[in-house]
Every structure is written in structure tokens, then in C-alpha cells.
């Protein structure tokens, strides 16, 4: 395991990554229903009203630590820690505030960096493990904690064995919560039909929390069939998306980047121009900012970048970046 210290500590940071990603769940209602429809701001905004009145809530600690980490604002993270710190200090048995300090220092290792990361992996590993004990009816700390197996190393408590075995004890709690993680295995394995099988064959509500891992994992699959060039694959995915979600702009967005990677912008452009109908999220607006800025459409493509690098959640560094310098140039 000591062959490659760069790829080990790059499949660590990938993980934290995609189990804060994963986690935005450790909210209960109230509040859930404002984090699901991503109105964010006033998810944080209900938590402070509730801990100006009882500063211990646990379940507005859990919130307004998921509303923090959703903005993306690297600015807030440490505040994020911290409030995931004093939740468990006052509440080390409730379920939320670990799944919810679990979803803060992943994105604290983010932030700070792939070394950093290896420092904090067992700390996130043990938060959405704690999690699960205390709650195993908990699913997005379930599908944090699977994300983390599949994705880090061994050498920080990952791998394909833990992550099947979690998904096989799941079953005690949620049948569709175990097929769905099945699905995820079989992502993994590379498997790409066995996973949209399997993922197809769950049926479960579209606004529920299962609904949505429902929803990301046919996302995730049509995703990989078109970074794969199975085009026609990617395609069918994402309109079966559309269709089962569509007040969520998964399916629209991944139909305009079938087209994108195709080079098909102009194509493109009106599905990322739907998806931001739905949801004026950064990411669309800067895909559509690139698809406008390639079919020669400047001042268009301009006004995408300046709304991408304006919306929340905020692009990742790299985009951000991107985002900028395509900006500067198009207005010289």
C-alpha cells in the first residue's frame, strides 16, 4: 500500500469530498423540507431564530450546520466545525449532531488540503459511524459512511469490503436503502448496467431522502455513461431523470452535458438554460457560460459567468477560477 503516496492521498480527499456532499441530511424537520428544496438561507434563518430561543436544539444545530455547508462558503467553515463540535459535546447520542460534525470536517479537510486530509479522516470516519449506531434509520449518514469505504484507502479505514458489508447490514433497516447502496457498489465495480438495474428497480417517493440517493445514484450512472462516451446510455439515463424528477433539474442538466461533451454546444445550451429555470445553481450557469462562449455568444456567455461566480452553492476553486479568466477575457 506504500507503492504511491500521491494516488492514496488524492482517493482520501475524493472521498471526504463526496461524503460531505453526501451528507446534507443530518437536519430533521422542521427543517428538512427547506434543505430539500434548497432554500437555504432560510433553513439557516429558522435554525438561528430557534437557538436564539434554545441554544442546545440539536436539530437547529444540525441545520444550520447543513445550510452552512450547502452555501459552499469556505469562510464558514470553521464556524460549521464548531457548531458540529458543540452539538455533540451536548448531545454526544444524537445521531444528527454526529452525522452532522462528520459533514464539517470533511469539508474542513477539503479546505484544507490533501495532506490535511489524512488528519482528519478517521475523526469524519468515526462521526458517520457513531451516527448509524445511534440512528441506523439514518440514511444519508448511511450513504456518507458507504461513499467514504468506497473511496479512501485502507490505510484510513476505507474499502470495498466494509462498504459491502454496511450495505448488507442496511437491509435490516431499509431494503431500498440497501439495493440503492448496491447500486453504488456496482458504480464502483464499474458495472454500469447492473447499477442502473438495480437503482431502476427501487421504487420509493421522489421527495423523500431515499428518493433523493435514488436520484443521485442514476445521476451518478449517467454521469460515468457519458464520461465513458456511451452517449446513447447517458442519454436515456438523464431523460428517465427528468421524467421521475421533474421539479429537480438533474435530468435537463445532464441531458445539455451529453451535448457538451459531444461538442454539441449550441445544442446544449437550451437544456442548461431549462436546468437553470429550475434551479439557478452555479455549475449550470457556468456550463452554459461555456457552451455560449464557444457557439460565439459573448455577452451571453459573459452574463452565465458573472451569475455562476454570484450564485450558491459557489463553484468549487477550480471552476471559480475558470470562471474568472473566461470572464476577463471575454470582456477585453
Known amino acids: 500500500m506504500r507503492a504511491s503516496l500521491r494516488p492514496v492521498s488524492l482517493s ?16 430533521a424537520a422542521p427543517y428538512e423540507a427547506l434543505l430539500r428544496d434548497r432554500n437555504f438561507q432560510e433553513a439557516e434563518r429558522q435554525a438561528n431564530a430557534a437557538l436564539a430561543a434554545a441554544p442546545r436544539d440539536p436539530q437547529a444545530m444540525a441545520a444550520k450546520i447543513d445550510a452552512i455547508l450547502a452555501l459552499g462558503l469556505e469562510q464558514r467553515i470553521e464556524e460549521a466545525v464548531a457548531l458540529g463540535e458543540a452539538c455533540v459535546a451536548a448531545h454526544p447520542r444524537d445521531s444528527g449532531c454526529q452525522e452532522g460534525l462528520g459533514n464539517a470536517l470533511g469539508a474542513k479537510a477539503i479546505n484544507a488540503g490533501i495532506f490535511s486530509a489524512m488528519g482528519y479522516a478517521g475523526k469524519i470516519r468515526d ?3 457513531k451516527a448509524v449506531e445511534l440512528d441506523p434509520a439514518n440514511v444519508s449518514a448511511r ?14 479505514g476505507g474499502g470495498a469490503d466494509k462498504a459491502r458489508s454496511l450495505a448488507q447490514d442496511s437491509l435490516k433497516a431499509s431494503p431500498e436503502a440497501a439495493q440503492l447502496m448496491q447500486a453504488r457498489l456496482a458504480i464502483d465495480e464499474k458495472d454500469l448496467s447492473k447499477a442502473e438495474r438495480l437503482a431502476r428497480a427501487v ?6 431522502k431515499l428518493g433523493d440517493e435514488r436520484r443521485d445514484t442514476l445521476n451518478n450512472i449517467g454521469f460515468r ?15 428517465e431523470l427528468q421524467a421521475a424528477y421533474p421539479r429537480h433539474e438533474a435530468g435537463v442538466y445532464g441531458l445539455g452535458r ?6 454539441r454546444q449550441a445544442e446544449a445550451v437550451p437544456f442548461f438554460e431549462q436546468a437553470a ?17 464557444v457557439t460565439g455568444a459573448k455577452q451571453k ?13 459557489a463553484l468549487s476553486k477550480k471552476q471559480r477560477e475558470d470562471a474568472q479568466d473566461q470572464l476577463k477575457s471575454l470582456k477585453q
Do not use: N, W
Open 12 to 27: 482520501l480527499h475524493a472521498a471526504l469530498f463526496c461524503a460531505a456532499l453526501a451528507g446534507a441530511g443530518a437536519a
Open 127 to 129: 462521526a458517520f459511524r
Open 143 to 156: 450513504f456518507s459512511l458507504l461513499q467514504y469505504y468506497l473511496v479512501a484507502p485502507g490505510i484510513v
Open 203 to 208: 421504487e420509493v417517493a421522489a421527495d423523500s
Open 225 to 239: 455513461y457519458t464520461m465513458d462516451k456511451r452517449y446513447a446510455d447517458g442519454e436515456r439515463v438523464f431523460r
Open 258 to 263: 451529453v451535448r457538451q461533451e459531444q461538442g
Open 277 to 293: 429555470g429550475i434551479y439557478p445553481g452555479a455549475a449550470v450557469y457556468y456550463r452554459l457560460g461555456q457552451s455560449l462562449q
Open 301 to 313: 456567455a459573459a452574463a452565465a459567468y458573472e451569475k455562476a461566480l454570484a450564485a450558491t452553492p
